[in-house]
């Protein structure tokens, strides 16, 4: 008997030492890189380009003033933000309403139209890039930061529908139709009721969205070529570019994203663990 | 005034008939109760009343208006809801005058109406607070006062005590009575609680697979069940039945013991009498006591009459125990009489 629980309690403790390692391992594996680029964005070019390499920030903006200096730089910065924010909206403009009918009304075909939001996201973009340049290059989109933030508005739909769709779902529906019988039009109830309580989560998407475009590359980097966006015009130059540099654009592009996605992370829970329901 | 005429109203879902040939008719300031099991269709026809359904054919008149093609607002309707619907990000005065607002109503006729009502429903001290500071039974007096402060010409209620806790409940029925007796309004209210519904009630519809099966007074439904499906629905115990087999022309024999009863065509129709209404005397049914319950006022004993099962409610000084052989003696003037096979009353 006491053998018998004492097998049981080491293999216990074995368990929970691999997944503590597993845990500490993970975290490593996301949390040393941010420290290294967040170290070498603020040290100076010579710091960064010597070796040893030191372990703690030296606080010196050289890189990032050098970064900003840099020609094109600033105009491939305002074209990210542009891209993102057009992106941003968009998807929140398209996605919303969908979610909204989603979570509202029963319609032919609901649960196969659901698969196939999911489903845009399984062809690879390489496959879909292309032919999209040819026919951007036909309409006249190409090279404009337009037609890459159509392209990345059907990258975030998908997230920006899964989202609404979950959110809207949270509010009951006995709310609005108590604003209906208290004098209300579908219209008026959704401003007065349903979107006073659904906003936090409706910029959370948003949000989302203005990341998923703020740090997509291969898209931008095949149908930009004047205009690059931040992440094609660091690929562009990936090779060319000192490693100051490389460092300071990729602190450039973590940051917001990083803050962005921290900031709603409640609301990108909920998605996975109601809309998938 | 605001009468309420249902003509001819059916619904059908994709795969079931919800309502079939609804026609009812409540005057002003009524109070009717929509009495039934879940799924009998009692709260799809509110919600058609109410105009958050559309029925599939029928109209609906109120105070002699056509209102089935109008939208919710325009009925002169107001809604509780069984989970209450406050608005949460609303403190308990904006949800009371919520419905004014809309109707922008001046400042003044807001602020004196919420407070009224507010009043009314004993939650004035609670105005500035949010509903998820609230408990359940607050939330209720707060949906109330907000139907009740639109001043509507009819008051739907759906379920609006089901989600209250039992002492809560009893003391939010006498106060919905009091203050919708006050208000002057015609109330329609779902409930599958035959209690509340008879408390409430100036008159019940009992409902069964979406058709309105008795619309009487609470007592009426209670002494004069309309078939079978009433007279077991209401009252607690239901309402016994045994065989009846034909004697001679309206002579009908139950459990070893005649009865004059009505004339009937069939050689067998059914014999029912309410627990209550039975008295132990040495001539009568013979009834085998299966199962004896002292509830204090009085005893429910279950039997076993040719295999059919009888209840009585009986003087909780009545000595018996399971195994006995009673003989009850129903009152003659309270024995009714259903068809076997309509099973109506005859």
Same mark, same amino acid.
């Given at each position: 008997?006491?053998?018998?629980?004492?097998?049981?309690?080491?293999?216990?403790?074995?368990?929970?030492?691999?997944?503590?390692?597993?845990?500490?391992?993970?975290?490593?594996?996301?949390?040393?890189?941010?420290?290294?680029?967040?170290?070498?964005?603020?040290?100076?070019?010579?710091?960064?380009?010597?070796?040893?390499?030191?372990?703690? !920030?030296?606080?010196?903006?050289?890189?990032?003033?050098?970064?900003?200096?840099?020609?094109?730089?600033?105009?491939?910065?305002?074209?990210?933000?542009?891209?993102?924010?057009?992106?941003?909206?968009?998807?929140?403009?398209?996605?919303? !309403?969908?979610?909204?009918?989603?979570?509202?009304?029963?319609?032919?075909?609901?649960?196969?139209?659901?698969?196939?939001?999911?489903?845009?996201?399984?062809?690879?973009?390489?496959?879909?890039?292309?032919?999209?340049?040819?026919?951007?290059?036909?309409?006249?989109?190409?090279?404009?930061?337009?037609?890459?933030?159509?392209?990345?508005?059907?990258?975030?739909?998908?997230?920006?529908?899964?989202?609404?769709?979950?959110?809207?779902?949270?509010? !009951?529906?006995?709310?609005?139709?108590?604003?209906?019988t208290l004098g209300c039009t579908r219209l008026s109830g959704f401003r007065h009721v349903v979107l006073p309580l659904i906003l936090p989560?409706?910029?959370?998407?948003?949000?989302?969205?203005?990341?998923?475009?703020?740090?997509?590359?291969?898209?931008?980097?095949?149908?930009?070529?004047?205009?690059?966006?931040?992440?094609?015009?660091?690929?562009?130059?990936?090779?060319?570019? !000192?490693?100051?540099?490389?460092?300071?654009?990729?602190?450039?592009?973590?940051?917001?994203?990083?803050?962005?996605?921290?900031?709603?992370?409640?609301?990108?829970?909920?998605?996975?663990?109601?809309?998938?329901? | 005034? $605001?009468?309420?005429?249902?003509?001819?109203?059916?619904?059908?879902?994709?795969?079931?008939?919800?309502?079939?040939?609804?026609?009812?008719?409540?005057?002003?300031?009524?109070?009717?109760?929509?009495?039934?099991?879940?799924?009998?269709?009692?709260?799809?026809?509110?919600?058609?009343?109410?105009?958050?359904?559309?029925?599939?054919?029928?109209?609906?008149?109120?105070?002699?208006?056509?209102?089935?093609?109008?939208?919710?607002?325009?009925?002169?309707?107001?809604?509780?809801?069984?989970?209450?619907?406050?608005? *949460?990000?609303?403190?308990?005065?904006?949800?009371?005058?919520?419905?004014?607002?809309?109707?922008?109503? *001046?400042?003044?006729?807001?602020?004196?109406?919420?407070?009224?009502?507010?009043?009314?429903?004993?939650?004035?001290?609670?105005?500035?607070?949010?509903?998820?500071?609230?408990?359940?039974?607050?939330?209720?007096?707060?949906?109330?006062?907000? $139907?009740?402060?639109?001043?509507?010409?009819?008051?739907?209620?759906?379920?609006?005590?089901?989600?209250?806790?039992?002492?809560?409940?009893?003391?939010?029925?006498?106060?919905?009575?009091?203050?919708?007796?006050?208000?002057?309004?015609?109330?329609?209210?779902?409930?599958?609680?035959?209690?509340?519904?008879?408390?409430?009630?100036?008159?019940?519809?009992?409902?069964?697979?979406?058709?309105?099966?008795? $619309?009487?007074?609470?007592?009426?439904?209670?002494?004069?069940?309309?078939?079978?499906?009433? $007279?077991?629905?209401?009252?607690?115990?239901?309402?016994?039945?045994?065989?009846?087999?034909?004697?001679?022309?309206?002579?009908?024999?139950?459990?070893?013991?005649?009865?004059?009863?009505?004339?009937?065509?069939?050689?067998?129709?059914?014999?029912?009498?309410?627990?209550?209404?039975?008295?132990?005397?040495?001539?009568?049914?013979?009834?085998?006591?299966?199962?004896?319950?002292?509830?204090?006022?009085?005893?429910?004993?279950?039997?076993?009459?040719?295999?059919?099962?009888?209840?009585?409610?009986?003087?909780?000084?009545?000595?018996?125990?399971?195994?006995?052989?009673?003989?009850?003696?129903?009152?003659?003037?309270?024995?009714?009489?259903?068809?076997?096979?309509?099973?109506?009353?005859?």
């Open positions: 008997m006491s053998t018998v629980t004492l097998t049981n309690t080491s293999t216990s403790n074995a368990g929970k030492w691999v997944y503590r390692s597993a845990v500490l391992l993970l975290c490593a594996w996301v949390l040393v890189p941010i420290y290294l680029l967040f170290v070498n964005t603020l040290s100076s070019p010579e710091a960064v380009n010597s070796f040893p390499k030191s372990f703690t !920030p030296a606080f010196d903006t050289e890189s990032l003033e050098f970064f900003l200096g840099f020609s094109g730089m600033l105009n491939a910065l305002l074209n990210s933000v542009y891209v993102a924010a057009i992106t941003m909206v968009m998807s929140i403009v398209i996605g919303a !309403p969908a979610g909204y009918a989603l979570s509202r009304f029963d319609f032919r075909g609901k649960e196969l139209f659901r698969m196939l939001i999911l489903l845009t996201r399984a062809f690879p973009l390489p496959l879909l890039a292309l032919p999209l340049a040819v026919m951007f290059i036909e309409v006249g989109l190409d090279d404009s930061i337009l037609g890459l933030a159509l392209v990345h508005t059907t990258l975030a739909i998908p997230f920006a529908v899964l989202i609404t769709f979950s959110l809207f779902s949270g509010i !009951p529906v006995e709310l609005e139709e108590a604003s209906w989560g409706i910029t959370a998407s948003a949000i989302f969205a203005f990341v998923i475009s703020w740090n997509e590359v291969f898209a931008a980097a095949v149908l930009t070529i004047e205009n690059r966006t931040l992440t094609a015009f660091l690929l562009q130059n990936l090779d060319t570019s !000192p490693l100051h540099l490389k460092f300071a654009g990729g602190f450039i592009l973590v940051v917001p994203a990083l803050i962005f996605i921290f900031a709603v992370r409640k609301y990108l829970f909920a998605m996975w663990g109601i809309a998938n329901r | 005034m $605001a009468e309420i005429i249902i003509k001819n109203v059916a619904k059908e879902f994709a795969t079931y008939q919800a309502l079939s040939d609804i026609n009812l008719t409540i005057s002003d300031r009524e109070f009717m109760v929509l009495l039934g099991a879940s799924g009998c269709g009692k709260t799809t026809l509110l919600r058609i009343i109410a105009g958050l359904e559309t029925a599939t054919s029928g109209e609906v008149w109120i105070g002699g208006r056509r209102i089935d093609h109008l939208p919710p607002k325009d009925r002169g309707i107001a809604m509780v809801f069984q989970n209450y619907a406050v608005f *949460p990000h609303m403190t308990v005065f904006e949800n009371i005058g919520f419905g004014l607002r809309m109707q922008k109503q *001046p400042q003044a006729v807001v602020e004196e109406r919420v407070r009224r009502t507010a009043s009314l429903m004993h939650i004035e001290q609670l105005l500035s607070r949010y509903s998820g500071e609230l408990s359940g039974g607050q939330r209720q007096r707060v949906a109330v006062a907000r $139907a009740l402060a639109m001043e509507p010409d009819v008051i739907l209620m759906d379920e609006p005590l089901s989600n209250l806790d039992a002492l809560l409940r009893l003391e939010m029925r006498a106060e919905l009575k009091g203050v919708l007796a006050e208000s002057k309004t015609t109330a329609i209210y779902v409930t599958h609680d035959q209690v509340e519904a008879m408390s409430l009630a100036d008159r019940i519809s009992v409902m069964n697979k979406g058709k309105i099966v008795q $619309a009487a007074s609470p007592i009426e439904v209670y002494r004069n069940p309309a078939s079978e499906f009433v $007279a077991g629905f209401i009252g607690n115990p239901p309402m016994n039945f045994l065989n009846a087999k034909k004697v001679s022309e309206g002579t009908w024999s139950v459990g070893g013991k005649e009865f004059s009863g009505p004339t009937h065509t069939a050689d067998e129709i059914r014999f029912a009498i309410r627990p209550e209404d039975t008295r132990v005397t040495s001539d009568g049914i013979r009834a085998l006591v299966r199962l004896v319950e002292p509830l204090g006022a009085n005893l429910h004993v279950t039997c076993d009459v040719d295999g059919e099962m009888f209840r009585a409610v009986l003087d909780s000084d009545t000595v018996v125990n399971p195994g006995d052989i009673l003989m009850l003696n129903p009152q003659l003037e309270r024995i009714r009489w259903f068809d076997k096979a309509s099973t109506l009353a005859i």
